[in-house]
């Protein structure tokens, strides 16, 4: 085995150019690999993380007839006495808060403009709405006992020439099926970091935007936090609401769930193609190799090396190339990567805000180990069929003839 690297190295060496940019096909291959799995692992955490925080929470507890679809603002829709219920599952130990929410559509108009958007309730003491607090842009934050005051994302202030202090009107839909208008100070602006949810929400306090829509003492939800993802069967089982129907993050986020996973399944095989493209340049750089070793191969031939010895020969020449090209590849793709992770790679998808789902405006890049092992053995792997055919080329050739080639 030793010897048969010795002479894999020497072979190699002869032409350490056409060598050294073979391995360097596949590692460019591998290091663009990485930072497209990176991004993708980045991209679906930043989308489930921004969902949970900002949308659908660990869990939500509703009124059984409740339906997301229609943002029905009916009492037999809603909660009674959300506080009552949100109560007990704020006192479990692995819940961050539990927090009533109300929501409405509505419009936001100005004297030049107008734009739809989602009016939400908020308890402005809850921890939950630590995604504003701490996204203020300017301005301050809403307080409980504020009647005039609201919040809006920067993304909808950007588009309507807004700015703190500013008068806007607001109709939103009721309980009674009629449309109430009425006018509001801005107090703030923030930001999320997730143009979709930012273009098209306003922040209301929950009292005020309870008496705006004629549903006191209501909520839509209690909305649910959790200290860890993985926590969330645990509580739904632990939380007692009788009556109503409690949804986890998973629930009312299908769609979401769905994309993550055909991507993994088609990511698969862009690699494969991506891998394969590179390693055409092994095929051509190896069936060069035979062809100027045509007479050396003969000699082998001739003082009695057999064909599978001479298959391993190559064989292990590609070998040595896929681990230069995953040394080459991992440095490069894990500058890449690294860069990426800290700075992040800005994005404009402010429109899948629209569908449900809410993506960052700036993905990091996120490598997992399980990543970049699945990537690295399916480049040594490709890398080694790719000398499959000139391995078996230099092994059927014949010996008389493999001799009577020029030097």
């Not at 799995?37 to 869990?59: K, N, R």
């Not at 690699?271 to 045509?294: C, D, F, H, K, P």
Request: hydrophobic share 50%; charged share 15%; glycine share 10%.
């Amino acid at each position: 085995m030793i010897q048969m690297l010795r002479l894999a190295f020497r072979n190699l060496g002869r032409n350490r150019r056409r060598s050294f940019f073979s391995a360097l096909a596949m590692g460019l291959a591998l290091a663009l690999l990485l930072v497209m799995a990176s991004f993708i692992e980045g991209e679906m955490m930043s989308a489930v993380e921004s969902t949970i925080g900002l949308q659908s929470g660990h869990l939500q507890v509703r009124s059984a007839n409740y339906n997301e679809a229609r943002t029905s603002l009916k009492w037999e829709d809603l909660i009674e006495n959300p506080e009552q219920v949100a109560a007990p599952i704020a006192s479990l130990a692995p819940v961050t808060a539990a927090t009533p929410r109300l929501y409405a559509s509505g419009f936001i108009t100005t004297r030049q403009e107008a734009a739809g958007v989602r009016v939400l309730g908020i308890d402005p003491a809850s921890a939950a709405n630590a995604p504003y607090r701490d996204g203020m842009l300017e301005g301050a934050f809403i307080s409980a006992e504020d009647r005039q005051g609201v919040l809006i994302g920067h993304t909808l202030a950007r588009r309507l020439d807004l700015a703190t202090g500013d008068s806007v009107n607001l109709s939103v839909n009721t309980s009674s099926g009629d449309v109430d208008e009425q006018a509001f100070i801005i107090r703030g602006i923030f930001s999320t970091g997730t143009s979709g949810f930012d273009g098209l929400t306003v922040l209301l306090p929950l009292a005020k935007a309870q008496a705006f829509t004629g549903a006191e003492n209501r909520a839509s939800s209690v909305f649910v936090l959790l200290k860890d993802t993985g926590q969330t069967e645990s509580v739904l089982a632990a939380i007692q609401a009788p009556g109503y129907q409690v949804l986890t993050w998973q629930d009312m986020n299908e769609m979401l769930i769905q994309i993550e996973q055909l991507s993994g399944s088609y990511m698969g095989f862009f690699y494969l193609i991506v891998l394969g493209i590179a390693a055409t340049v092994i095929i051509n750089t190896q069936i060069m190799s035979v062809y100027e070793r045509t007479r050396e191969i003969g000699i082998l031939s001739a003082i009695g090396m057999r064909g599978r010895r001479l298959m391993a020969i190559f064989l292990t020449e590609c070998g040595l190339l896929a681990v230069g090209g995953i040394v080459l590849g991992l440095i490069v793709g894990g500058i890449a990567v690294a860069y990426l992770t800290r700075y992040g790679f800005p994005m404009d998808i402010e429109s899948f805000g629209i569908t449900g789902m809410l993506f960052s405006d700036t993905i990091y890049t996120k490598l997992t180990v399980q990543d970049a092992l699945q990537l690295i053995a399916m480049t040594f792997i490709v890398t080694l069929l790719a000398g499959v055919y000139p391995a078996v080329l230099a092994a059927r050739m014949e010996p008389v003839a493999a001799l009577r080639a020029e030097k």
